[in-house]
């Protein structure tokens, strides 16, 4: 089917499910109760999973199979988000050409960078990376984006977005004045009430849906493919390639190429939740972030990126919310100085500080489960099938006639 393996077809089946059905699953506590804080299931937040996961996955072409790790691919992010941002100005609201746009530009981008970068690997590669984009970092937020200048493309600080002046030539009178794809809104959603339980339906996150899952079905291909095979081999041994005389560097800029383009329709699809561009999504913290997503879910398999862009974002937007007021409706049962004592531990741990419950994750998940959280899937999967294949023998024996 798809012309995938079986194996990979239940995959794609399964990320499709998840995706589909987001809405409810991301949503397992009724509205206004306390547990609700926990409920992931708003479009800002799936919208976030979706196109983070897109971000990761293209990493992980990159990463996973050559084993080159950039610490710049925040600079294909952000070109990504400007380019659309421009396409909303000149020609409309209409996200299609924003979203082309947006990957064409970053992959012309990842062609230089990658061209210079690749002719170092290791350290060398991964800091060659990072001074590009804090290069492209600079230069969006100063150089470029001078409001005085003739050549103001980013807008610096401010950041880019759309003015009523702008030409928008392709907008027609009853256009709506947000992104829409062909009139409808990336906003538009649609709530279902079940109970005490509240289900957002949104555009914008089913657009960003299935192109996650052109994105992961053009990854699977890419993993199964002899391009794949040959990417694997330059992260095994690469040294010894060369010794046979084969040339690995356009196989490992054809690899950075594809995994720019990834993280540009990424910035695209950023730019399409709020039209505005910032330098902000080219600073070093989100070429770390693409990093983390990448090994805390597995780094090199196919569904990993997409857990560990969702573990983080969740992370990130739930845990960060949790602030003094919430901690005292959870406690407040507690008698006063052992409530105020619980308080003063836990919230250090969420809020502000969301980031040390995160890292002391990420250790645990390093060292316990190096291969990531699918790592962890798999032996939970491996536990059960070795606990009911025992159940099994044992009621094969107990049925057995004794002699």
């Known amino acids: 089917m798809f012309g995938l393996q079986k194996k990979d077809t239940t995959l794609l089946l399964v990320v499709a499910a998840l995706a589909l059905f987001a809405p ?18 708003y479009p800002d937040l799936m919208q976030r999973f979706v196109i983070f996961g897109i ?26 988000s400007y380019s659309a941002v421009w396409m909303f100005k ?62 103001n493309l980013t807008n610096g600080e401010t950041g880019l977005q759309v003015y009523t002046s702008d030409p928008q030539i392709l907008a027609s009178a009853g256009a709506p004045d947000l992104p829409h794809l062909f009139g409808l809104t990336m906003r538009s959603s649609y709530q279902l009430e ?14 960003c849906a299935v192109l996650l899952l052109v994105s992961f079905y053009v990854a699977i291909r890419i993993f199964r493919s002899p391009f794949g095979l040959m990417l694997r081999a330059v992260k095994s041994n690469q040294q010894r390639m060369n010794y046979t ?54 780094a090199g398999t196919l569904i990993g990126p997409v857990l560990g862009a969702g573990f983080i974002k969740y992370f990130e937007n739930i845990f ?13 049962f507690l008698p006063d100085g052992l409530e105020n004592g619980v308080i003063w531990v836990v919230e250090h741990f969420v809020g502000p500080g969301w980031h040390l419950t995160l890292g002391l994750l990420f250790m645990l998940v390093v060292t316990f489960l190096p291969g990531g959280l699918v790592e962890g899937g798999q032996k939970i999967a491996a536990l059960l099938s070795r606990r009911k294949s025992k159940d099994t023998d044992n009621r094969a024996t107990q049925s057995t006639p004794a002699e």
Do not use: C
């Not at 039209?275 to 070429?287: C, I, K, N, V, Y």
């Open 24 to 41: 409810f699953l991301l949503n397992p506590f009724p509205e206004g109760s306390a547990m609700a804080q926990f409920n992931a299931g």
């Open 55 to 80: 971000f990761a996955v293209g990493f992980n072409i990159l990463f996973g199979l050559t084993g080159y790790l950039s610490f710049g691919h925040a600079a294909f992010l952000g070109v990504g």
């Open 90 to 151: 000149l020609l409309g609201y209409n996200v299609i050409p924003g979203i082309i746009l947006s990957v064409i530009v970053a992959g012309l981008f990842s062609v230089v960078i990658g061209y210079v970068s690749l002719r170092r690997s290791g350290i060398y590669f991964s800091i060659l990376t990072l001074a590009f984009a804090q290069m492209s970092y600079n230069m969006a937020y100063s150089v470029l984006g001078n409001p005085t200048s003739n050549f």
């Open 194 to 207: 079940l109970g005490s339980w509240l289900f957002t339906f949104n555009a914008g996150y089913y657009l």
């Open 245 to 298: 005389g084969l040339n690995t560097r356009p196989y490992t800029l054809a690899a950075f190429v594809i995994s720019g383009m990834y993280a540009g329709l990424a910035g695209g699809l950023l730019s399409t939740m709020d039209p505005l561009a910032g330098a902000e999504r080219m600073q070093w913290t989100a070429s770390g972030e693409v990093v983390l997503m990448t090994i805390l879910g597995g």
């Open 320 to 332: 960060s919310k949790i602030n003094e007021g919430v901690l005292h409706a959870w406690f407040g």
